[in-house]
């Protein structure tokens, strides 16, 4: 049946996974926290994990899931056991994304795609040290960003769409930029909670949305 084949497989999940993102951003405006806060804030890419791994049929599909899943998990330990341990979780899931989107590589690419793949990571490094240094320890996040901005150039350079893995790869990034921007004081964090969190989960949504339907589609092939 039609629900039970392609990237439609527990569509159900897929649709809790964008009530559960898109939803949370009440608790970003509402400064809200607490155990039953950081739920809701896994809840999203929480259920995108699931989602995917309903719909892996091999290396690949599971792949994507096993990232996502670290990413939930770093969405949770951020607020439940702090800072560190939740990017210990993010790291894991961007090198398995790495490994995910390297042997997954475009068979062609423009002049213009290659160049911002190669300038991705230098760029990011410059970005955050501009915003961070000499703070005491700035180098820790341009050490995490890193890892970031490896995984959103592989996503670009990879065979995934470009117009939404791709994408998805550098709106995550962004995401963190504008992080460390408000923690640096580039800009107000007033400005930045209304752009961290959208552009956070829409980019982990469209990462999953271009991975699973492609190997789904391919699937049905």
């Not at 990237?7 to 993102?21: I, N, Q, T, V």
């Not at 049929?57 to 990413?71: D, M, Q």
């Amino acid at each position: 049946m039609a629900a039970e084949q392609g990237w439609d497989r527990a569509r159900w999940l897929w649709l809790a996974a964008l009530a559960g993102g898109a939803s949370f951003m009440v608790a970003v405006a509402q400064w809200l926290d607490g155990p039953a806060i950081w739920a809701w804030k896994t809840s999203g890419v929480g259920f995108l994990a699931l989602w995917a791994a309903a719909n892996a049929r091999e290396r690949n599909g599971w792949l994507i899931a096993a990232a996502l899943g670290f990413g939930a998990l770093g969405d949770w330990m951020l607020d439940a056991k702090g800072l560190e341990t939740g990017a210990v979780a993010f790291v894991a899931g961007h090198v398995i994304a790495i490994t995910l989107y390297l042997t997954n590589r475009r068979a062609q690419m423009t002049p213009s795609q290659r160049l911002l793949g190669w300038l991705t990571m230098p760029a990011t490094l410059v970005i955050v040290w501009a915003m961070l240094s000499p703070a005491p320890g700035w180098w820790h996040a341009a050490a995490y960003s890193l890892f970031v901005a490896a995984m959103a150039a592989a996503a670009w350079t990879s065979r995934f769409p470009r117009y939404r893995t791709g994408i998805g790869a550098m709106a995550f990034l962004a995401s963190d930029l504008f992080i460390f921007a408000g923690e640096g004081g580039t800009l107000s964090k007033n400005v930045t909670m209304w752009l961290v969190w959208p552009l956070y989960f829409g980019g982990q949504a469209l990462i999953a949305w271009g991975v699973v339907n492609t190997l789904a589609k391919e699937a049905r092939a």
